[in-house]
């Protein structure tokens, strides 16, 4: 049996494994063989979305081993999200259903709210929706998603881009509490105010974009490439990649790299036998820029828009 990664408690008890993998930009075949190979790693965590366009093919993989013996659909964390357009409330269940009915799955395990912000619907077709935005407020949103958990259709639901003040609007108006917020969250923007206000309301961080979206090319980000980060990865035997995932694990953060490389994926994994020391989170923790790369700046003049505030 392949080593698994350890788990965190969430609020409501529910169990969620430490580092996961992120499909974001995974297509087609691409996700499916992604998934798979996560899960012969010993990957127990997936994390996919209605917008990602692949749940059919996550779905697929997870089934597949399932069949296989490989894993029991109690052993994997699974997390999808409620795209922008399905935001009015009459929408929502019917949108759960559909990423349901793609997984091919009985149940999720997370359910998110991928953007506070919600965008006018067309039809179930225009997955990404257009810069139509709409002021249905988050929080009727969140009460139609709270349903899903009566139903028994997922077992957890949160967060996703939300910043502290709407956070804390969610907590103060639910009747089921968020256990997550998943946020961009790397060693360049490091979300140290917000990590602290996710603590101390009971959620957990988990982080996509991890890696900040590398561009070898351009050699960057520093704490990828840098001259002070190879020094970091020699002294540990690790990539810069691997020191990286452990800085944000070491901090509490649930980190959720992509790759659809099978040595990347298993690369990504194997950061459970070792620990940064005190001195060299100090270190890691200079890289913060204070910059985001994803900062869904089509949306920035909207009410809900999550980034206007410090944090």
Request: aromatic fraction near 10%; glycine fraction near 6%; hydrophobic fraction near 35%.
């Amino acid at each position: 049996m392949p080593k698994v990664a350890p788990k965190i408690k969430l609020s409501n008890g529910q169990e969620m494994p430490i580092l996961g993998l992120g499909t974001w930009k995974s297509y087609e075949s691409e996700a499916y063989q992604a998934t798979c190979d996560a899960i012969d790693i010993g990957y127990r965590h997936i994390d996919t979305a209605f917008v990602y366009e692949n749940e059919h093919e996550v779905g697929k993989a997870i089934r597949e081993k399932i069949d296989q013996g490989v894993i029991r659909r109690e052993d994997v964390f699974v997390t999808t999200k409620l795209g922008g357009i399905h935001h009015d409330p009459p929408l929502v269940e019917r949108a759960f259903r559909m990423s349901l009915s793609n997984l091919g799955l009985d149940y999720i395990d997370l359910y998110l709210m991928h953007m506070p912000i919600g965008q006018k619907f067309h039809n179930d077709n225009n997955v990404h929706g257009t810069l139509e935005l709409t002021d249905v407020d988050y929080l009727d949103t969140w009460r139609e998603m709270e349903k899903l958990v009566d139903l028994g259709l997922t077992r957890s639901i949160g967060l996703s881009n939300f910043n502290a003040a709407q956070t804390l609007r969610v907590l103060e108006n639910c009747r089921i509490k968020p256990v997550v917020n998943q946020v961009e969250c790397h060693p360049a923007f490091q979300q140290e105010q917000l990590r602290q206000h996710a603590k101390q309301h009971g959620l957990i961080i988990c982080a996509y974009c991890p890696l900040a979206r590398p561009q070898p090319a351009r050699h960057w980000p520093p704490f990828l490439y840098d001259e002070r980060a190879q020094q970091l990865a020699k002294k540990y035997g690790r990539s810069s990649a691997q020191i990286c995932l452990r800085y944000l694990i070491q901090i509490g953060v649930v980190p959720l790299p992509k790759s659809s490389n099978k040595k990347r994926i298993e690369e990504n994994f194997n950061v459970f036998d070792f620990e940064l020391q005190q001195e060299d989170l100090a270190l890691m923790q200079k890289y913060h820029t204070g910059v985001r790369t994803v900062p869904f700046s089509g949306m920035s003049g909207h009410k809900y828009y999550p980034f206007n505030d410090q944090f």
